[in-house]
Protein backbone atom coordinates (compact mmCIF):
# COMPACT_ATOMS: atom_id res chain seq x y z
CA UNK A 1 0.00 0.00 0.00
CA UNK A 2 1.16 3.52 -0.83
CA UNK A 3 2.45 5.91 2.39
CA UNK A 4 -0.34 8.24 3.22
CA UNK A 5 1.00 11.35 5.45
CA UNK A 6 -2.36 13.97 6.28
CA UNK A 7 -1.28 17.62 7.39
CA UNK A 8 -3.19 20.61 8.79
CA UNK A 9 -3.47 23.91 10.00
CA UNK A 10 -0.27 25.62 8.24
CA UNK A 11 -1.90 29.03 8.85
CA UNK A 12 0.51 30.72 6.47
CA UNK A 13 3.39 29.28 7.90
CA UNK A 14 4.98 28.70 4.75
CA UNK A 15 8.71 27.58 5.87
CA UNK A 16 7.35 25.51 8.45
CA UNK A 17 5.41 23.78 5.70
CA UNK A 18 8.29 23.45 3.99
CA UNK A 19 10.66 22.33 6.84
CA UNK A 20 8.13 19.47 7.91
CA UNK A 21 7.19 18.08 4.40
CA UNK A 22 11.42 18.08 4.07
CA UNK A 23 11.82 15.90 7.23
CA UNK A 24 9.09 13.67 6.00
CA UNK A 25 10.42 13.39 2.70
CA UNK A 26 7.92 14.35 0.63
CA UNK A 27 9.78 17.44 -0.99
CA UNK A 28 13.51 18.24 -1.14
CA UNK A 29 15.95 20.85 -0.47
CA UNK A 30 14.51 23.25 -3.05
CA UNK A 31 10.59 22.55 -2.29
CA UNK A 32 10.22 20.17 -5.09
CA UNK A 33 8.32 16.69 -4.61
CA UNK A 34 10.59 13.85 -4.15
CA UNK A 35 7.61 11.30 -2.37
CA UNK A 36 7.45 9.05 -5.45
CA UNK A 37 4.26 7.06 -4.84
CA UNK A 38 3.35 8.46 -1.60
CA UNK A 39 -0.08 10.26 -0.95
CA UNK A 40 -0.28 13.73 0.85
CA UNK A 41 -3.44 15.63 2.37
CA UNK A 42 -3.60 18.86 3.79
CA UNK A 43 -6.78 19.03 5.61
CA UNK A 44 -7.48 22.92 4.92
CA UNK A 45 -6.55 26.36 7.56
CA UNK A 46 -4.05 27.37 4.74
CA UNK A 47 -4.15 31.47 5.78
CA UNK A 48 -4.74 34.00 8.11
CA UNK A 49 -2.47 34.32 11.45
CA UNK A 50 0.95 33.65 9.43
CA UNK A 51 3.08 35.84 6.99
CA UNK A 52 2.36 33.70 4.10
CA UNK A 53 -1.06 31.88 3.46
CA UNK A 54 -0.49 32.46 -0.33
CA UNK A 55 3.00 30.86 -0.64
CA UNK A 56 1.32 27.88 1.13
CA UNK A 57 -1.39 27.50 -1.29
CA UNK A 58 1.32 28.03 -3.91
CA UNK A 59 3.43 25.44 -3.09
CA UNK A 60 0.41 22.68 -2.27
CA UNK A 61 -0.90 23.53 -6.03
CA UNK A 62 2.76 23.01 -7.16
CA UNK A 63 3.66 20.00 -5.28
CA UNK A 64 0.16 18.40 -6.40
CA UNK A 65 1.24 18.80 -10.27
CA UNK A 66 4.82 17.34 -9.27
CA UNK A 67 3.48 14.19 -7.35
CA UNK A 68 1.02 13.34 -10.09
CA UNK A 69 3.52 12.84 -12.67
CA UNK A 70 5.73 10.81 -10.06
CA UNK A 71 2.62 8.40 -9.50
CA UNK A 72 1.75 10.08 -6.30
CA UNK A 73 -0.93 12.63 -4.77
CA UNK A 74 -1.89 15.65 -2.99
CA UNK A 75 -5.49 16.47 -2.09
CA UNK A 76 -6.45 19.43 -0.20
CA UNK A 77 -9.41 20.16 1.74
CA UNK A 78 -11.32 22.97 2.57
CA UNK A 79 -10.98 24.80 6.14
CA UNK A 80 -13.05 27.20 7.84
CA UNK A 81 -10.25 29.98 7.01
CA UNK A 82 -10.74 29.49 3.87
CA UNK A 83 -14.51 29.80 3.98
CA UNK A 84 -13.83 32.93 5.85
CA UNK A 85 -11.81 34.55 3.45
CA UNK A 86 -13.88 33.65 0.04
CA UNK A 87 -16.82 35.73 1.94
CA UNK A 88 -14.49 38.88 2.83
CA UNK A 89 -13.47 38.32 -0.66
CA UNK A 90 -16.55 38.20 -1.95
CA UNK A 91 -19.18 40.53 0.59
CA UNK A 92 -15.95 42.68 1.64
CA UNK A 93 -17.31 44.75 5.07
CA UNK A 94 -20.99 45.17 3.92
CA UNK A 95 -23.11 44.23 6.39
CA UNK A 96 -24.78 41.22 6.14
CA UNK A 97 -28.45 40.42 6.87
CA UNK A 98 -29.21 38.88 10.59
CA UNK A 99 -25.89 39.40 11.82
CA UNK A 100 -26.24 42.34 13.95
CA UNK A 101 -23.30 41.53 15.92
CA UNK A 102 -20.71 42.54 13.12
CA UNK A 103 -21.28 45.95 11.23
CA UNK A 104 -18.00 45.26 9.69
CA UNK A 105 -19.40 42.02 7.89
CA UNK A 106 -17.16 39.30 6.76
CA UNK A 107 -14.38 41.23 6.31
CA UNK A 108 -14.41 41.82 9.96
CA UNK A 109 -14.87 38.77 10.65
CA UNK A 110 -11.88 37.53 8.88
CA UNK A 111 -9.40 39.71 10.29
CA UNK A 112 -10.63 38.82 13.82
CA UNK A 113 -9.55 35.26 12.64
CA UNK A 114 -6.25 36.71 11.50
CA UNK A 115 -6.56 37.64 8.09
CA UNK A 116 -3.69 39.32 6.75
CA UNK A 117 -4.79 41.74 3.86
CA UNK A 118 -1.30 41.07 1.85
CA UNK A 119 -3.04 37.40 1.20
CA UNK A 120 -5.84 39.27 -0.17
CA UNK A 121 -4.04 41.42 -2.05
CA UNK A 122 -1.90 38.56 -3.93
CA UNK A 123 -5.40 36.24 -4.53
CA UNK A 124 -5.93 35.50 -8.24
CA UNK A 125 -8.35 34.29 -10.21
CA UNK A 126 -6.71 30.99 -10.55
CA UNK A 127 -6.29 31.06 -6.71
CA UNK A 128 -10.07 31.67 -6.17
CA UNK A 129 -10.65 28.50 -8.89
CA UNK A 130 -8.89 26.40 -6.60
CA UNK A 131 -10.42 27.44 -3.49
CA UNK A 132 -13.95 26.85 -4.43
CA UNK A 133 -13.40 24.08 -5.47
CA UNK A 134 -11.58 22.21 -2.45
CA UNK A 135 -13.78 19.44 -0.98
CA UNK A 136 -14.88 19.31 2.49
CA UNK A 137 -13.95 15.55 3.04
CA UNK A 138 -12.18 12.89 1.69
CA UNK A 139 -12.29 8.83 2.08
CA UNK A 140 -9.19 7.25 1.74
CA UNK A 141 -7.89 3.61 2.70
CA UNK A 142 -9.99 3.56 5.58
CA UNK A 143 -9.37 7.16 7.26
CA UNK A 144 -12.42 9.75 7.00
CA UNK A 145 -10.46 13.02 6.24
CA UNK A 146 -11.99 16.30 7.54
CA UNK A 147 -11.10 19.80 8.70
CA UNK A 148 -13.30 20.58 11.94
CA UNK A 149 -14.00 17.68 14.98
CA UNK A 150 -17.29 18.07 14.20
CA UNK A 151 -20.85 16.42 13.46
CA UNK A 152 -21.94 18.90 11.46
CA UNK A 153 -21.11 18.02 8.02
CA UNK A 154 -24.32 15.81 8.62
CA UNK A 155 -25.88 19.03 8.13
CA UNK A 156 -24.65 19.11 4.17
CA UNK A 157 -24.75 15.10 3.52
CA UNK A 158 -24.97 12.14 5.02
CA UNK A 159 -22.57 10.34 2.35
CA UNK A 160 -18.93 12.17 1.74
CA UNK A 161 -20.17 12.74 -1.96
CA UNK A 162 -23.23 14.52 -1.21
CA UNK A 163 -21.26 16.39 1.85
CA UNK A 164 -18.71 17.78 -0.80
CA UNK A 165 -21.86 18.75 -3.66
CA UNK A 166 -23.62 20.49 -0.89
CA UNK A 167 -20.55 22.76 -0.04
CA UNK A 168 -19.76 23.08 -3.54
CA UNK A 169 -23.08 24.79 -4.07
CA UNK A 170 -22.43 27.14 -1.00
CA UNK A 171 -19.13 28.08 -2.63
CA UNK A 172 -20.66 28.91 -5.28
CA UNK A 173 -23.80 31.09 -3.43
CA UNK A 174 -24.09 34.38 -3.75
CA UNK A 175 -26.53 35.51 -0.90
CA UNK A 176 -24.84 36.52 2.56
CA UNK A 177 -27.50 35.26 4.89
CA UNK A 178 -26.87 32.03 3.63
CA UNK A 179 -23.04 32.42 3.76
CA UNK A 180 -23.34 33.02 7.24
CA UNK A 181 -25.09 29.71 8.36
CA UNK A 182 -22.12 27.91 6.09
CA UNK A 183 -19.24 29.14 7.89
CA UNK A 184 -21.09 28.44 11.03
CA UNK A 185 -21.33 24.61 9.79
CA UNK A 186 -17.60 24.60 8.61
CA UNK A 187 -16.47 25.76 11.79
CA UNK A 188 -17.83 22.74 14.94
CA UNK A 189 -15.30 22.27 17.13
CA UNK A 190 -14.90 19.71 20.19
CA UNK A 191 -17.71 17.66 19.32
CA UNK A 192 -16.02 14.10 18.68
CA UNK A 193 -14.87 13.12 22.18
CA UNK A 194 -17.72 10.45 23.01
CA UNK A 195 -17.14 7.01 21.32
CA UNK A 196 -20.80 7.95 19.91
CA UNK A 197 -20.18 10.57 18.48
CA UNK A 198 -17.21 9.11 16.47
CA UNK A 199 -19.29 5.95 15.67
CA UNK A 200 -21.85 8.10 13.96
CA UNK A 201 -19.78 9.88 11.70
CA UNK A 202 -17.97 6.89 10.63
CA UNK A 203 -21.25 4.99 10.26
CA UNK A 204 -22.73 7.69 7.88
CA UNK A 205 -19.40 8.60 5.90
CA UNK A 206 -17.39 5.24 6.09
CA UNK A 207 -13.94 4.52 7.41
CA UNK A 208 -12.39 3.75 10.88
CA UNK A 209 -10.84 6.27 11.73
CA UNK A 210 -11.41 10.02 11.47
CA UNK A 211 -8.63 12.84 11.25
CA UNK A 212 -8.63 16.20 11.51
CA UNK A 213 -7.25 19.49 12.17
CA UNK A 214 -8.79 22.86 13.17
CA UNK A 215 -8.65 22.07 17.02
CA UNK A 216 -5.30 22.59 17.98
CA UNK A 217 -3.89 19.94 20.19
CA UNK A 218 -2.19 22.84 22.63
CA UNK A 219 -4.72 25.06 23.40
CA UNK A 220 -7.35 22.54 21.88
CA UNK A 221 -6.88 19.57 23.96
CA UNK A 222 -4.89 20.95 26.70
CA UNK A 223 -1.51 19.19 25.49
CA UNK A 224 2.03 20.65 26.58
CA UNK A 225 4.26 21.45 23.42
CA UNK A 226 6.50 18.72 24.31
CA UNK A 227 3.07 16.35 23.54
CA UNK A 228 1.98 18.01 20.93
CA UNK A 229 4.71 16.91 18.81
CA UNK A 230 2.90 13.91 18.02
CA UNK A 231 -0.90 13.66 16.74
CA UNK A 232 -3.70 12.65 19.61
CA UNK A 233 -6.15 10.16 19.19
CA UNK A 234 -8.99 9.96 21.61
CA UNK A 235 -13.01 9.20 20.83
CA UNK A 236 -12.48 5.76 21.94
CA UNK A 237 -9.31 5.48 19.51
CA UNK A 238 -11.64 5.97 16.39
CA UNK A 239 -10.12 9.78 16.25
CA UNK A 240 -6.73 11.38 15.56
CA UNK A 241 -5.93 15.01 15.94
CA UNK A 242 -3.09 16.22 13.89
CA UNK A 243 -3.14 20.09 14.28
CA UNK A 244 0.24 20.99 16.53
CA UNK A 245 -0.16 24.45 16.59
CA UNK A 246 2.17 25.82 14.74
CA UNK A 247 0.48 29.93 15.34
CA UNK A 248 0.71 29.13 18.98
CA UNK A 249 4.49 28.13 19.06
CA UNK A 250 4.06 24.36 18.56
CA UNK A 251 4.98 21.95 15.40
CA UNK A 252 3.26 21.54 12.27
CA UNK A 253 2.66 18.55 11.77
CA UNK A 254 3.06 16.18 8.69
CA UNK A 255 1.50 12.61 10.06
CA UNK A 256 2.00 9.48 8.61
CA UNK A 257 -1.30 6.96 8.41
CA UNK A 258 -0.15 4.13 6.19
Not at 8 to 13: L, Q, R, T
Not at 149 to 170: C, I, Q, W
Not at 214 to 231: N, V
Request: aromatic share 8%; proline share 3%.
Amino acid sequence: MRPLFAASDMHGHRAEFRAALRDSGLIDSTGDWCGADARLWVLGDYFDRGPDGIGVVDDIRRISGQAAAAGGEVGALLGNHEAHLLAAHRFGAAPVPGWAARADGYWGAWMTLGGREDDMRRLTAEHLAWLRALPAMALVDGHLLMHCDSTRYLEFGDTVEAVNKAVAGHLAGTDPGEWLTFCFLVSGRGELHSPEAADFLLAAFGGSLIVHGHSTLISGFGLSRAEARRPFRYGGGRVLAIDGGVFEGGDLLVTRLL
